[in-house]
């Protein structure tokens, strides 16, 4: 890539922003990593467009990038609290609360953007490429109250000897810090398209693009599932001619 700045036609440096919707992907047979949904999250950073010719370009980028997702409702618990019986390995007890996964990357795609229309006119555009993801935070945020249950439909609830009362609601309010558990490397495949409108030498730039996670982010898959990370990205941003 060090050859492309002399061939290239124009270069532009830009920055953008814009919001996430990502979202794990587990394994349905894996209790803790089955069952999320999307959340909200930011991403933005700087990007480089180096023009190939008239209409091809590669495009590179450095994006803070937030990852994750959220489970609600009657789930397994994955740390469950002291004194109480073991369970049979491969078993749970489930409650009812809340919980976020936040993950934040450094991604950095490289894609290549072919450009529709002619040159200092409004362009539609389509891009696509693979990312590399370096783990920057990673962490559960817990919230809620709950009895404890035997089974993930909470129809089994347990009780407490000798005269079988339900257990009190245990508080699940929790932020914990997970980053030991989750891969420092991500690597994905991303694309999209969007929008060029020239302003001079520069132009304004609207983006919509998806991403998928190839590798499972956990390190112990056996214990704590296989979830790859996913996503759909909406920006806006703004580059400048420097070339």
């Known amino acids: ?124 555009f389509v891009n696509g490429g693979v990312y590399y993801g370096r783990l920057l935070s990673a962490e559960t945020e817990t919230s809620g109250s709950s009895t404890l249950y035997f089974d993930r439909d909470g129809k089994i609830p347990f009780l407490l000897p000798p005269n079988g009362t339900p257990l009190p609601p245990i508080p699940f309010d929790a932020v914990t810090d997970v980053k030991n558990d989750i891969r420092n490397n991500n690597f994905g495949l991303t694309g999209g398209g969007g929008l060029e409108i020239p302003h001079g030498k520069n132009y304004v730039v609207f983006d919509a693009r998806i991403s998928y996670g190839l590798i499972s982010i956990q390190r112990d898959t056996v214990r704590n599932g296989d979830s790859k990370t996913g996503g759909f990205v909406i920006s806006v941003g703004y580059a400048f001619g420097v070339k």
């Open 1 to 124: 890539m060090a050859v492309l700045p002399t061939q290239a036609q124009e270069i532009h440096v830009g920055v953008k922003g814009g919001v996430s919707i990502p979202q794990l992907s587990g394994s349905d047979d894996n209790e803790l990593s089955r069952d999320y949904k999307s959340r909200l999250a930011p991403n933005f950073g700087a990007f480089v467009d180096i023009a190939l010719n008239e209409r091809l370009s590669f495009q590179t980028e450095a994006n803070y990038a937030g990852q994750g997702g959220k489970r609600l409702g009657i789930q397994p618990i994955s740390q469950p609290p002291a004194n109480l019986p073991p369970l049979p390995a491969g078993s749970y007890y489930y409650a009812n609360f809340d919980n976020v996964a936040k993950l934040t990357y450094l991604e950095v795609p490289a894609m290549l953007k072919y450009k529709f229309g002619k040159k200092d006119t409004k362009r539609v």
